[in-house]
């Protein structure tokens, strides 16, 4: 018996790649000089004191929201390619967010958080416009992973996206 397919280990695989890709950029921009280190050296205590701290929490809630990731997108499909895209999507964008948000709470580069800000914009639109899209062809299972979106009379309109929310 087969338990994978090698398009399911491919997939996988590929999910995993881009992950850690994603994660050691991040990382290696997190560890680069700040506005701080430009004024002769001089660094506030508080930033030295909180700078272990916050990288471990930060790496903690990165792998957390990777974990969280990986474990959603692994689905069984309904043969519904619509519906499998959706449900192995939302998953991959909602850890977008939640690293997104990390570096909100940590990160101290000022063009980076810009980014995570649109990232959480972009992808919880994008998960909206997802959800909707399923459900305008039939209505969710309670076994579905992919839940409801809260309604609105308003039509979903397009999300605007910056290239790099993906």
């Given amino acids: 018996m087969v338990l994978f397919s090698r398009s399911f ?13 994603v994660a050691a950029a991040s990382l290696a921009l997190a560890h680069g000089p700040t506005s701080v ?5 001089i660094v ?17 809630e990165s792998q957390s929201a990777m974990n969280k990731m990986m474990a959603g ?3 069984k499909p309904i043969g519904d390619v619509d519906r499998d895209f959706v449900a192995m999507m939302i998953p991959h964008h909602q850890a977008a967010v939640d690293m997104a948000q990390a570096e909100l709470k940590y990160g101290h580069n000022e063009l980076l958080r810009r980014l995570a800000r649109e990232i959480v914009v972009n992808q919880r639109q994008e998960i909206t416009v997802m959800r ?11 076994a579905s992973p992919v839940q409801p979106a809260p309604s609105s009379n308003a039509p979903p309109t397009a999300p605007k996206t910056t290239g790099m929310s993906h």
């Fill in 9 to 21: 280990i491919r997939k996988r695989a590929v999910s995993i790649a881009v992950a850690v890709s």
């Fill in 37 to 41: 280190h430009r004024f002769h050296g």
């Fill in 44 to 60: 506030p205590v508080q930033y030295v004191v909180d700078r272990n701290n916050s990288v471990e929490t930060f790496q903690s």
């Fill in 73 to 75: 997108m692994t689905v």
């Fill in 132 to 142: 909707l899209a399923v459900d305008d062809e039939r209505p969710v299972s309670a």
